[in-house]
Each structure stands twice: as structure tokens, then as C-alpha cells.
């Protein structure tokens, strides 16, 4: 069934002209400084995972932690900054599950480095 579509909602949203009034020209530009940050996070982390202990023996559990938490603040960087710029009407349960689980993960890792370095944990 084809639905009517009021004009007075139209201009609403769009505007008199028919061109979303909405518009940032400063998105671009936001959105390639964030995902170069996110994807800088996220190669630092793997690198960390992958390559610490090669690096600095004796520091297993500390660059797989550091480099966990790293990937995982690249992920809530990108969809905190990006993916919701992007792509504002996305289902939100979604969104914020994602946004939710990265940044507990987050946090755990914080918190878990924090008990590394103090000495609470053992490497």
C-alpha cells in the first residue's frame, strides 16, 4: 500500500530548497581523523598481542591485556565517532551492544593493567 507523503513534513526535514539543512562540512574530515584513530588503536593493540613478549620477554600476559584493551578502544572509538555519524538511524540494540561490550572490555583491561603494574596480578 503506497502511503501519502505531507509536503509540510517534507520541508521539515529537508528544507524549502529540498536540501537536508542538516549537513556538516566538517564531517569528512571528523570522520577521517577518527578512523585513523581507531585503526592507529587497533595496530598498536595487535602488535602488542602478537609481538610484546618477542620484544620484552616476560611480558606475556601483559601485552596480550594491553593489547586487548588497545583493539578494544579502537573499536568503541570507531563506533562512538564514526559508525554513529554514518549511519545515525542504525537499530539501536545494536549500536549500543557494540558500544557496551567494547567498552567494558575497556575498562576490564584498565583495570587489569592497573593490578599488572601494581602488582596485584603476576605477570
Not at 11 to 39: C, K, Q
Amino acid at each position: 500500500m503506497v502511503q501519502a507523503v505531507n509536503p509540510q513534513d517534507v520541508r521539515e526535514a529537508w528544507g524549502e530548497r529540498g536540501v537536508r539543512s542538516a549537513f556538516n562540512p566538517w564531517l569528512p574530515v571528523r570522520v577521517l581523523l577518527a578512523t585513523l584513530w581507531a585503526g592507529l588503536l587497533v595496530l598498536a593493540g595487535l602488535e602488542l598481542v602478537f609481538h610484546l613478549g618477542e620484544r620484552l620477554p616476560g611480558s606475556g600476559r601483559l601485552g596480550v591485556i594491553a593489547g586487548i584493551t588497545s583493539v578494544a578502544m579502537g573499536q568503541f572509538v570507531f563506533t562512538a565517532l564514526v559508525a554513529d555519524r554514518l549511519v545515525p538511524r542504525a537499530w539501536a540494540p545494536v549500536r549500543l551492544s557494540v558500544q557496551v561490550i567494547s567498552g567494558a572490555v575497556y575498562v576490564v583491561g584498565l583495570i587489569l593493567l592497573v593490578m599488572l603494574l601494581l602488582g596485584v596480578l603476576r605477570r
